[in-house]
């Protein structure tokens, strides 16, 4: 089988197709490659109450409870690719969704802090919570 040395170029080609921009052969910071479907922002929410504290989830994942008025809440403006509720009492939610710039994580977090102090069937206050840019990392 025949092959060809290569003397020029870089990766991007295939590291970064998504991106639309050239690389210099190099990376500064962490890189999130989607090779397949749209372009997703990744978001890191932690439902907290107006003092703060962390909301524990685990029960909140049936038909108008909290988790179902978040996830309407998102998918007024993107939809939802992916998802992770920590199984835990951390109020950690990781959401993938598309298209691409739908949402900031300053705008997702002013959306979920409007639904207020009384979110679904169990009254779950929302109004602390944060919302930061995620990245993705495969453990």
């Known amino acids: 089988m025949a092959d060809i040395t290569r003397t020029a170029g870089d990766a991007f080609g295939v590291v970064h197709h998504d991106r639309g921009v050239a690389g210099s052969g190099a990376i500064s910071a962490d890189e999130t490659v989607h090779v397949n479907g749209p372009v997703l922002n990744h978001f890191k929410v932690l439902i907290k109450d107006v003092s703060g504290d962390l ?20 998918m007024e403006k993107a939809t939802i690719e992916m998802y992770q509720i920590e199984g835990d009492a951390t109020g950690q939610i990781s959401v993938a969704v598309y298209p691409q710039g739908a949402w900031t994580a300053a705008a997702l977090q002013t959306s979920i802090r409007a639904l207020g102090s009384t979110v679904g069937a169990n009254n779950v206050d929302v109004t602390g919570s944060t919302v930061t840019d995620g990245g993705y990392d495969l453990a």
Request: glycine share 0%; hydrophobic share 40%; charged share 45%.
């Open 55 to 74: 909301d524990d989830l685990r029960n909140e994942l049936d038909v108008n409870e909290s988790i179902d008025a978040i996830f309407k809440d998102i």
